[in-house]
């Protein structure tokens, strides 16, 4: 499974969560059936509250999920109209916590009716 991961850093599996999924500079992409880790930069990481496209830029990577601290519904409903499921990490702070809660099944799959209405949601 392809999965990823928004990032305020490029620290490798130690970077830090970013706390709102279309603000990350960075994403990890994780791939949990080889173990194979990136990170990508965010070209959208600079945009009007509302318009975040994060689908477009993981077309054709192959992402299953996104594990994230906090998403818009917009982005959220985006993502999930892709297939792409969204995974809240439990305010995990580094990749390596946000995949070890994946891993043993313990983050929630949310809609975008459970995501956030604006940027100080947390």
Known sequence: MKLII???ENQGPISKLCDHFGSAPFFGVADTENGAFD???NGN????HGHCTPADAFTGMGI???ICNGIGARAAARLQETGIDIYMAGLARTVED???RF???TLNKVGPKQA???????
């Open 98 to 100: 946000a995949l070890a």
């Open 103 to 105: 891993s043993t099944g």
């Open 45 to 48: 990481s600079e945009h009007d």
């Open 116 to 122: 956030c209405e604006g940027h100080d949601c947390h």
């Open 39 to 41: 990170i990508i930069e």
């Open 64 to 66: 299953n999920a996104v």
């Open 6 to 8: 928004p990032l305020d």
